[in-house]
T-cell receptor, first 115, second 114 residues
Framework: AQKVTQAQTEISVVEKEDVTLDCVYE???????LFWYKQPPSGELVFLIRRNSFDEQNEISGRYSWNFQKSTSSFNFTITASQVVDSAVYFC????????????FGGGTRLMVKP | NAGVTQTPKFQVLKTGQSMTLQCAQD?????MSWYRQDPGMGLRLIHY???????DQGEVPNGYNVSRSTTEDFPLRLLSAAPSQTSVYFC?????????????FGPGTRLTVT
């Protein structure tokens, strides 16, 4: 069975602080894919990143960076110099190989960035 | 391209009523799925389809029916609504072939069952 755990249900920071959102996953598969989605207050789901299990390189996109560590089954997401517009719920998700579009989501982390 | 569209955006039902949530995509994606979002539980898969005429159950299928007669449409039917089905429903689609692509989500339908 697959499982994704986002232990932080809510995080509150002040603008310009750095913040890391944790994601820990469980799977018996050797090939799998990890995703992060953002859900702003407007409610839509916005794709942020996809990572496959064979690519452990960290990725940086502007103020966003992701740290994938297979040894600890973690795929953490860091926002540097947070902004009020980063306030949202962030979801980590796991997809098995050859599993169509079946995603297993974590419970989400609500990030509040205060001015 | 409109992407993934869902109607209605909001719906209030009484216990026992039936209704269909509509989902359509214009990207010629073969994979389509329905998720429900409940507080603290993320999104959970209800039903999915890998192509026209093919559907299967996800994690929480009870109380819901689906069919896929065309590539574009994937409606979700609630046969007899219950308060436990109060949730936000998202439809998603993704292409097949090549790398696993991200899913494209619709804007969601907020359903309240009283």
């Amino acid at each position: 069975a697959q499982k994704v755990t986002q232990a932080q249900t809510e995080i509150s920071v002040v603008e310009k602080e750095d913040v890391t959102l944790d994601c820990v996953y469980e799977t018996r598969d050797t090939t799998y894919y990890l995703f992060w989605y953002k859900q702003p207050p407007s409610g839509e789901l916005v794709f942020l990143i996809r990572r496959n299990s064979f690519d452990e390189q960290n990725e940086i996109s502007g103020r966003y960076s992701w740290n994938f560590q297979k040894s600890t089954s973690s795929f953490n997401f860091t926002i540097t110099a947070s902004q009020v517009v980063d306030s949202a719920v962030y979801f980590c998700a796991l997809r098995r190989n050859n599993a169509g579009n079946m995603l297993t989501f974590g419970g989400g982390t609500r990030l509040m960035v205060k001015p | 391209n409109a992407g993934v569209t869902q109607t209605p955006k909001f719906q209030v039902l009484k216990t026992g009523q039936s209704m269909t949530l509509q989902c359509a995509q214009d990207m010629n994606h073969e994979y389509m799925s329905w998720y429900r979002q409940d507080p603290g539980m993320g999104l959970r898969l209800i039903h999915y389809s890998v192509g026209a005429g093919i559907t299967d159950q996800g994690e929480v299928p009870n109380g819901y029916n689906v069919s896929r007669s065309t590539t574009e449409d994937f409606p979700l039917r609630l046969l007899s609504a219950a308060p436990s089905q109060t949730s936000v429903y998202f439809c998603a689609s993704s292409p097949t072939g090549g790398p696993p692509y991200e899913q494209y989500f619709g804007p969601g339908t907020r359903l309240t069952v009283t």
